[in-house]
Structure formats: C-alpha cells, structure tokens
C-alpha cells in the first residue's frame, strides 16, 4: 500500500516551454502532497505544500508564478514548470501523505527535467 | 532553529560488515522521526520511523534504528551490509512547528565494497 506515482518520469524540453509533472496516489487519499526539488549530490528541498481544494503553501524562494501547485483531487497534485529555463532542470519528487498519517510521507520516484 | 545534521557525508564498508549512520536534530520537543533510502536517479523509500515507545525499531531490508533522546540522535544500523545496500541515505525529521513538513539531513552516501 501507500504507492505513489509520478509522470512522466523523464521530459526533456525547450526553454521557454512550459512542463507538467503528475503526482498520483494509488491507493490512498493524500489530504497534503508535498514537492520537492533535488540537485545533483544534494539533499531534497521542499518547494511547497498543498492541500486538497486549496491554495499551494510556497517556500521562501520559490517563485510561485513560476512553479504553479494545482492539488485538485486527493489523489492527484500537479506541478507545471512554466517558461522552463536550463537552470529549472533538476530532479523533482513529490510525496504523499494521509490526514491520519503522522507526518508520514510517501515519496513518488521523480521526474528528471531537462531544459535546452 | 529546527535542524538535522547528518555527520558523514560519505561512508565506505565492506560487504558483510556493519554499519552505522547518524543523525542529530534540534527541536525544541522529540520529534518524529524517519530513514530514508534513495538509490541513484530514484525516489525515496522508508526503511524505518520512530514516533514514540521502544527506541529501539525494526525497518525493512534488515535495517534497525536506535532513538536516543539524550543525545538527539537516530542511529541506523544493519549487522551485516550488502553490496544492493549502496546507495544514499536520508534522515528526515517532523517536528516542533513543522506543520508535518519534513526536514532532511544531508545524506549519506554508502559504498559497498566487495
């Protein structure tokens, strides 16, 4: 139990395009999602939080007109990268967690975005 | 401030041999706590997590972890490493006004050699 899916799991794309990335939980209902940006030998760094059926809680720094959190359902959160730039490229997880949960979170496998 | 400091960045053992990783917080109160594993290009998988009792755990693929509340540590532990256990380990902390976000240590990367 407790799978979470992300997709695609790899996208190359054009500067200046913009990119979705799904989030899913499978079996369960995920009341937080949660999206996190990992770089090359780095650790994960939580780029915002969202709740089902409101807005993305943004960490400082994140630009949220750039990176736009859209939590529709519980069981699906997406991020869109928009006017992707190369410096946007990095490895991006999502994870996933319950209302029962104790701030247990279950992370998707990541999406690899790589901007030309 | 609230913080999870993972001390070796880089650890090396032989296969068949134990192994040992650290991981020091500071909150204000014992805070939940998690280990994490990522193998390169991968999301991350839990091996184990400590809410409250026991402070000794049992996790997934013969791991264990041991909670010491005096010393602000989480231990992992395995008695004896496998070659398929390389890869990147993460302490992951909930707790004091986190609002059940996470926040992780810096990782420790676990080469095995044969």
């Known amino acids: 139990g407790a799978v979470v899916s992300q997709h695609p799991s790899w996208v190359i794309c054009k500067s200046g395009t913009s990119v979705k990335i799904e989030c899913r939980s499978l079996d369960f209902q995920a009341t937080t999602m949660f999206w996190y940006r990992q770089f090359p030998k780095q650790s994960l760094m939580l780029m915002a939080t969202?709740?089902?059926?409101?807005?993305?809680?943004?960490e400082q720094g994140v630009e949220k007109d750039k990176f736009l959190i859209n939590h529709a359902s519980l069981t699906l959160s997406t991020l869109t990268v928009t006017s992707a730039h190369p410096e946007d490229s990095s490895f991006y997880i999502c994870?996933?967690?319950?209302?029962?949960?104790?701030?247990?979170?279950?992370f998707g496998p990541g999406t690899r975005l790589t901007v030309l | 401030a609230q913080s999870v400091t993972q001390p070796d960045i880089h650890i090396t053992v032989s296969e068949g041999a134990s192994l040992e990783l650290r991981c020091n917080y500071s909150y204000g109160a014992t805070p939940y706590l998690f280990w994490y594993v990522q193998s390169p290009g991968q999301g991350l998988q839990l091996l184990l997590k400590?809410?409250?009792?026991?402070?000794l755990v049992q996790g997934i693929k013969g791991f264990e972890a041991e909670f010491k509340r005096s010393q602000s540590s989480f231990y992992l532990r395995k008695p004896s490493v496998h070659w398929s256990d390389a890869a990147e380990y993460f302490c992951a902390v909930v707790g004091g006004t986190s609002y059940g976000k996470l926040t992780f240590g810096q990782g420790t990367i676990l080469t095995v050699h044969p």
């Open positions: 994870s996933a967690s319950e209302a029962s949960g104790r701030g247990e979170q279950f």
């Open positions: 400590y809410f409250s009792g026991d402070t």
């Open positions: 969202s709740n089902e059926g409101s807005k993305a809680t943004y």
